[in-house]
């Protein structure tokens, strides 16, 4: 089985930083998604995680630590249109599909 | 390339009624999906294939059938609407496990009523 925890909601200034967690608890991983949901479209690909450590690109970073069950997704510099909802979504091992988190509503504000 | 496509956007069924929902791509992925998302709940899979002529349950299959005749289409059929089945759906790509992103559609709102 598998257990996906994200904050439900978050609110940040234009032109801050923000972090949006996530934690999972799986029986076999293999990586993790961030995905981004503007509200009434379909959700785009962010970015993926298999190694401990932080990816960068761009305003956006991600971080895993697979030995505590933890992801982040860090947003620099914030802007209006980063309002949207954020997803987190486990690679389960034997696994043939992502199983996703409810998801955290980001709402930037001037 | 137009990527993932569904149709309809939207649809307004009666309890009792079927419908198709369709889905296509054109980035010749093996992988395709069925998700609905409800407010709260996040995205729930519905049916998935591996390829085409193979097709396999997800999470919540109750209530939902496909068919993968081709690697471009895997439409979503559901025989006698339910309230319960008023939900966002959305059709995912992917070249297959791993690191390989999932590709979405733009979603059909659906509501039975």
């Known amino acids: 089985g598998q257990n996906i925890d994200q904050p439900t909601e978050m609110t940040a200034t234009e032109g801050a930083i923000v972090q949006i967690n996530c934690t999972y608890q799986t029986s076999g991983f293999n990586g993790l998604f961030w995905y981004q949901q503007h509200a009434g479209e379909a959700p785009t690909f962010l970015s993926y995680?298999?190694?401990?450590g932080l990816e960068e690109k761009g305003r956006f970073s991600s971080f895993l630590s697979r030995s505590k069950g933890y992801s982040y997704l860090l947003l620099k510099e914030l802007q209006m249109k980063d309002s949207a909802s954020y997803l987190c979504?486990?690679?389960?091992?034997?696994?043939?599909?992502?199983?996703f988190g409810t998801g955290t509503r980001l709402t930037v504000i001037p | 390339n137009a990527g993932v496509t569904q149709t309809p956007k939207f649809r307004i069924l009666k309890i009792g009624q079927s419908m198709t929902l369709q889905c296509t791509q054109d980035m010749n992925h093996n992988y395709m999906y069925w998700y609905r998302q409800d407010p709260g709940m996040g995205l729930k899979l519905i049916y998935y294939s591996v390829g085409a002529g193979i097709t396999d349950k997800g999470e919540v299959p109750n209530g939902y059938n496909v068919s993968r005749s081709t690697t471009e289409d895997f439409p979503l059929r559901l025989e006698l609407a339910a309230p319960s089945q008023t939900s966002v759906y959305f059709c995912a790509s992917s070249l297959g496990q791993g690191s390989s992103p999932l590709h979405f559609g733009n979603g059909t709102r659906l509501t039975v009523t």
């Open positions: 995680n298999v190694l401990d």
């Open positions: 979504a486990v690679d389960q091992t034997g696994a043939n599909n992502l199983f």
